[in-house]
């Protein structure tokens, strides 16, 4: 016969078996909160907005999007692994998260056991600037004056470890140059540094550039997603330019705590995809923030994520990158 303390283990966890399916089919009863782990204004945060009003039709509920910035994504994405898996809070976050842990090591959870994928959103390539006062017109005229003067030719990006940064460690080693990275908190201050010359390249997503280069206080000089895109017809990609297999894009994407019912999950994603195929919702993420629009499942999502992270976090490691 089992013992009083075992008897009352498999209780709890017969209840909580019985109570998974209740959960499912009672969700949602009360407002969803959305964590942002970015401060306002980014495109992170522009796309959990642009998602909340649908999401709100197809639930039935209030969406409350919440800014939990700080220490690059970690403190708002650990709110959420630690978050009860009730379905009522949910992460929608930045490629960032794919180097949290080769980054920060003593990270207090764990992104890949404490969350589940729901959704990768989409991305936009990151894409590489200059002032157009500055000579660099193709990433070729970048490798040459870095060669001919190692550590002359300096790039911005929005901090320590991002994959825009990682992009051009990446890109100096396969070229076998030397860059000097400057590390910017936040996109505003390295776009405002690049439009005046004080740094001469800067590397960002095609959502914060391309209104920019729209402007002529930009410069494009390549982008680095597998196809050019339509607002930049004219700018080559790294693979066209001779960088074979040469791929950085900045990309959204939604998690769930683990143990997060799988019906929940599923009726979470089936609202996601209503309120990001909503036309002007869709034209807002391929014209503003020129995204390229995904809507993967869970599963498809996972395996992205995961590449991601096995990509990025070798740099990470190869080059020993720690936050700023």
């Known amino acids: 016969m089992p013992s009083i303390g075992r008897r009352a283990a498999l209780g709890t966890l017969a209840a909580a078996a019985l109570a998974r399916p209740a959960l499912a089919q009672s969700w949602p009863s009360g407002p969803i909160r959305i964590v942002v782990p970015f401060p306002p204004g980014g495109s992170t945060d522009a796309v959990a907005r642009l998602a909340a009003p649908g999401l709100q039709q197809a639930l039935g509920v209030p969406i409350v999007v919440e800014n939990r910035g ?6 708002g994405t650990g709110t959420v692994a630690r978050a009860e898996p009730d379905g009522n809070t949910w992460l929608l976050t930045f490629d960032s998260h794919a180097v949290l842990e080769a980054l920060l090591p003593s990270l207090n959870f ?7 994928p729901v959704m990768h959103i989409g991305g936009a390539p990151y894409v590489l600037g200059t002032a157009p006062s500055k000579p660099y017109r193709t990433i070729a005229d970048v490798v040459a004056a870095a060669k001919a003067q190692p550590d002359s030719v300096s790039f911005g990006s929005t901090g320590n470890g991002t994959v825009g940064h990682l992009a051009m460690t990446l890109l100096a080693q ?15 201050p390295a776009v405002t540094d690049a439009v005046a010359g004080n740094v001469d390249l800067i590397i960002g997503s095609a959502a914060v550039l391309n209104p920019q280069f729209a402007g002529g206080r930009l410069r494009p000089v390549v982008q680095m997603g597998s196809e050019r895109l339509p607002g930049l017809p004219d700018t080559p990609t790294m693979q066209q330019s001779g960088f074979d297999g040469f791929l950085a894009e900045a990309w959204w994407a939604v998690f769930a705590p683990a143990r997060t019912p799988a019906p929940v999950i599923a009726r979470f994603h089936e609202a996601l995809v209503a309120a990001f195929r909503d036309p002007k919702v869709n034209e807002t993420m391929t014209t503003s923030q020129q995204a390229r629009v995904v809507l993967s499942t869970p599963e498809e999502a996972k ?5 991601e992270v096995a990509t990025w976090g070798k740099v990470v490691r190869d080059n020993a990158i720690r936050p700023d």
């Open 110 to 116: 764990s992104p890949d056991k404490d969350l589940v």
């Open 174 to 188: 396969r070229a076998g140059v030397r860059l000097t990275h400057i590390a910017y908190r936040g996109g505003g």
């Open 70 to 75: 700080g220490a690059a994504g970690s403190i």
């Open 303 to 307: 395996r992205f994520v995961d590449n």
